[in-house]
């Protein structure tokens, strides 16, 4: 079964410095996406990174960036040049094929001024 | 671009009415259609998926029920609320069921069943 693990259940970063957060998953299947969202107070979903389990290369969005590590079946969010607007809940979640999204309990970030 | 809605933004029900959470899709065709819940301070709990109208799976057993009278359309009800179904309901739609189709979704319905 799918499973996906955020181990932070909340971080501190210093505005304008660089934090990562972590997320593991889990699956038998060799074809799947990862995928991160951030959650503000007001509630939606916003997407920000995806990567492909056969993509080469880590995936970059701005000042988002995944550290994709396959044998160690990691996907951390390094978010750079933090600030405030960055504070919110962050939720890593997997989709392998024919599949729903799968997704983790999530890490709160907290961008200190 | 694709755009998707839901209404009401927030709503306060009593313990036993029933209800209706709307949601629409606009800019694209026969998308996959999903429905969260999600409890305070809590993790996304999928309740229903359709991958086409009249093609609609439960996740998880409960008082409520799903349909999809239309191709972007997909609304969520319940007979009679219970205090547990209070939470923040989101609606999510993609393109296919493709490992590499991201999710995307609607700002949100918050419950409360008092």
Redesign the interface.
Known sequence: AQKITQTQPGMFVQEKETVTLDCTYDTSDPSYGLFWYKQPSSGEMIFLIYQGSYDQQNATEGRYSLNFQKARKSANLVISASHLGDSAMYFCAMRDRGQNFVFGPGTRLSVLP | SQTIHQWPATLVQPVGSPLSLECTVEGTSNPNL?WYRQAAG???Q?LF?SIGIDQISS?VPQNLSASRPQDRQFILSSKKLLLSDSG?Y?C?WSLT????????????T?LTVL
Not at chain 2, 97 to 108: E, H, I, K, N, V
């Open positions: 999903y809590r993790g996304l999928l998926y996740e923040f989101l999510a069921s493709r490992s590499t189709d991201t999710q995307y979704f609607g700002p949100g918050r």
